[in-house]
């Protein structure tokens, strides 16, 4: 019988299972003593962000970053990603209020001169480089890989992004973020021009899947109250005249219906393509009232805590459990 989850924990609780499990045994990327691939899946929102990135600073005060196999990131989620891949999820989740509550940042009265918004120039030069160092060069050697999603300009596929040498990655986690109007123009990389890869694939969990994960769990920045009740609904009038205009950018803005439809595949083991895998998502217990576009420094801190708590307490749920009620599936 499947083991209960907290209310915003969905899924197959068999995931923080292993999780746990690797952690206690000492288990490391590359000499693990089982046969399981376990993949993070972390998806980007904007400033909703800040949920992800307390997620992340939990997960790494637990010491669960070595019991992962790879981590898929795109937008929002690529940075944090790598923050928490190179030990500084904490400062990742501090930038929000610290440093990302600014007009340098987000600026909306920037549209009228058709600037972007939202700086990415300040986020990784000013931000990742100096007041929130990222450890750039550990990204190549990360024994856990990072896989940097984003959406090809050509026909709006999401690919992932094979980054090599240090420019290449801060291309690669620009290219993830980018969107026109938003947060600027496509990036080339490797002969392609890249945008955002949430326009096409909020959340790679398919992804994951196809690139051989047995479990996979995803941190959302949304709650499931903040879903469109309809995974199926088409898009908006006003969502399809923005993609016209801007191709992706429309789609982006209704995340919350596609964000739904990865909830019912995580929640529904019965799906095509499922297998016997085991997918699980971590939601915001509560909400701060972060949008997208937020500047609220306030709201972006408790937005940071209540990731923070919500991954904490999944782990703490399965931690009182009688493990031997909880075996890891084959």
Not at 22 to 30: E, F, L, M, V
Not at 51 to 64: C, F, I, P, W
Not at 148 to 165: E, G, I
Not at 262 to 291: F, K, Q, Y
Request: hydrophobic letters at 45%; one cysteine or more; proline letters at 7%.
């Amino acid at each position: 019988m499947p083991l209960a989850c907290p209310p915003h924990v969905h899924g197959d609780l068999a995931v923080l299972r292993l999780l746990l499990q690797r952690h206690a045994d000492g288990s490391t990327p590359g000499a693990r003593s089982d046969s399981h691939r376990l993949a993070l899946v972390v998806g980007g929102g904007g400033m909703r962000g800040s949920y992800t990135s307390g997620m992340l600073r939990g997960l790494e005060r637990a010491g669960l970053r070595d019991s992962f196999d790879e981590v898929y990131g795109a937008s929002s989620g690529a940075f944090g990603s790598a923050a928490f891949l190179t030990g500084a999820a904490a400062a990742g989740a501090a930038a929000y209020p610290e440093d990302l509550c600014s007009r340098t940042f987000i600026d909306m009265r920037r549209l009228a001169t058709r600037r972007p918004v939202l700086s990415l120039e300040f986020l990784i030069e000013e931000v990742l480089s100096r007041r929130k160092p990222l450890a750039w060069d550990a990204l190549p050697a990360s024994a856990v890989p990072l896989h940097l999603v984003a959406t090809d300009t050509a026909d709006l596929t999401a690919h992932t992004l094979h980054p090599r040498t240090l420019p290449q990655w801060r291309r690669a986690v620009r290219a993830s973020a980018s969107i026109p109007l938003l947060a600027g123009p496509p990036v080339e990389f490797e002969g392609r021009r890249w945008v955002d890869g949430s326009v096409s694939e909020p959340l790679a969990l398919a992804r994951a899947l196809r690139g051989g994960a047995t479990h996979v769990l995803a941190l959302l920045c949304r709650g499931e109250e903040e879903l469109h009740p309809d995974s199926s609904a088409s898009l908006s009038l006003w969502a399809r005249m923005l993609d016209r205009l801007v191709p992706g950018l429309g789609t982006l803005a209704q995340g919350s219906r596609r964000y739904r439809a990865d909830l019912e595949l995580i929640v529904d083991a019965t799906r095509p393509n499922r297998g016997s895998t085991h997918l699980l998502a971590i939601a915001p217990a509560s909400s701060a009232g972060v949008a997208g576009l937020c500047t609220d420094p306030g709201a972006l801190a408790r937005a940071v805590g209540i990731g923070d708590a919500s991954a904490t307490a999944a782990i703490d749920h399965l931690a009182d459990l009688d493990p031997a009620k909880t075996p890891i599936p084959e």
